[in-house]
């Protein structure tokens, strides 16, 4: 919960004789203001959020729900990792499609390593990772070539001096397509109010593991603007595309 019980209760009675006063003690207190140790200004709603995969058919992106299992595999300090099975997706008529994720993120690292694999898929599919849009022209760069992916995110209230959230996405393999894709007006009143997504698709062969990573940072912090984001983010892609090799003699 946000507030504990009793702020809460305060605030009840407040919005009753002082509405202005019990805006005032929300803001004071809520985590969507930034307080001087950060704050939740990032919103995503029913869309691929900050880098989740998703397969699809042609054009369309079947949706992960919720997860149905969890299991910590480590929790730190140096290493957090974190086992996700999800409920069955129906994929082209077929309901008993099962997406398993596994999440690692180490100490002083922005991204987040992924690996995801589909249980009971019949044939190859598109697999994609996408950042969601909030600006239809915001500053995006998606290169498929280079294996990466990365969007600055305006925030969830650009009047509010919340900065800005650089998201990304990076990919040890191959990327077939990496592009922006704006939703009809009829998708974005589903998605939230958002605009799209940056997408990097890729295939995905049954039975086999798709490694992705994900991450973002804030301009408040230690990374301040998207060229500083876009060099990390690079540099980053160039490092798990030619992993350091040692030998022991």
Known sequence: MELNPETLAKIDS?????????????????YHVDHGNGLDCYKVGPTLGGGTAALMVGD???????????EILDNGPLRFTVKLVYNPLTVKGDASVVETRVITLDSGSHMNKTVVSYSNLKESISVAV??????????????????YITYVDPTDNI???NGKIFVGAAFPANVKEAKSVLFSAKEKEQRGGAD?????ISD?????????????????ANIKDAAQWNEYVANFTEKIRNPLNVTIK
């Open 14 to 30: 407040l919005t009753k004789t002082n509405p202005e006063a019990a805006k005032e003690l929300r803001a004071a207190t809520s």
């Open 60 to 70: 369309t992106i079947i949706y992960p729900y919720c997860y149905r299992t969890q």
């Open 130 to 147: 996408g950042i969601v849009l909030h600006e239809p022209n915001g500053e995006v760069l998606a290169n498929a070539q280079k294996g």
């Open 159 to 161: 009047n509010n001096n």
């Open 196 to 200: 799209g997504h940056v997408l990097a």
């Open 204 to 220: 995905y062969i049954p039975g086999s593991d798709y490694t992705y990573y994900w991450g973002a940072a804030w301009s408040k």
